[in-house]
Every structure is written in C-alpha cells, then in structure tokens.
C-alpha cells in the first residue's frame, strides 16, 4: 500500500490516504489508542512515548517522540468530535511536556475519515491550517517523508 499525499495550496490544506490491509475495527484502535499509537506513530529511529492519553470529546493526548540521542518534540491532540468507527477531528499543537502549547510552531487541525471495504480500511486525513505559510513550515519540518515513515510501519503492524 502507498502513501498519497496532496497538496491543497490554495486552501491551506494537506490531504493523506492510505488503505491497509485490515478490518476497521483493526485500524481504528491503531489511530485512537496510545499502546498502539506509540507502536508506530514516530518515523524510526524515533519512539513516541505517552503521557497522557483520553480519547474522548474535549480530551486531548499529550506524547513525545523521541529521537536516538535523546532529543524530546512533544505535541498535544485536543479531541474536537468523535464518531466511533467513523471519524474524528482534532488540534494539534506542538508544546512543552506540561502541554504548554508552541504557538511559533504550525498548528493543524485534523479530521480523520474511516472507510471499510471488508477486510481492508482506508483512511484519510484533511489537515488544515491558518495560512500557507504555517502548511509551508510543517512540510518543511519533514511532514511528508516523516508521516509516510510512521504509516509504512503501520502497515507492517496491521
């Protein structure tokens, strides 16, 4: 399975696909559950760590990932919706480890979508920003390679 990204310049919007190769209930609690989001969210060789997690409408995850010399980015997910198996939407900042958000770093919002054909499970996910420019930022901090990393590993998970 591949990786689409695209890119939605003009609307300051980024839109990734993917398809495993596995049921949705499978892929749903890879996506919303910190034992197995820490199994495959960092690209490799970082690791991400939770350290609080509650998924839930107004919750929020607090995670680091953290890098091979011990370099520490820590980001907060704040929960906006929620329909099981369906989709979500949510905030993300990046921060300090007490949650403490970066507002000079890009803030995103994503909404996540969940489609079922069986035993495989697209997902997609819209993430939006203020401005071209905090889009820019985030692709330049190594979104893409990253993201298509963490979700090859995934794949070798599901």
Avoid at 45 to 61: C, L, Q, R, S, V
Avoid at 84 to 95: K, L, P, R, Y
Avoid at 110 to 126: D, L, M, P, R
């Amino acid at each position: 399975m591949k990786t689409n990204i695209i890119k939605d310049l003009s609307n300051n919007r980024l839109l990734v696909q993917r398809t495993f190769d596995a049921p949705l209930a499978d892929t749903w609690r890879a996506f919303t559950e910190s034992e197995f989001l820490e199994q495959w969210w960092a690209p490799k060789p970082y690791i991400t760590k939770t350290k609080i997690m509650n998924f839930e409408k107004g919750g929020h995850w607090l995670y680091m990932m953290e890098g091979p010399t011990g370099d520490q980015h820590w980001a907060i997910v704040e929960f906006i919706t929620i329909n099981a198996m369906n989709n979500f939407e949510a905030i993300v900042h990046f921060c300090d480890a007490e949650g403490n958000k970066n507002l000079s770093l890009p803030v995103s919002t994503w909404h996540y979508q969940f489609i079922s054909s069986g035993e495989t499970t697209k997902v997609e996910i819209a993430l939006s920003y203020s401005d071209e420019a905090q889009l820019q930022r985030h692709i330049e901090m190594g979104f893409e390679a990253g993201f298509d990393m963490a979700l090859n590993t995934l794949e070798g998970i599901l």
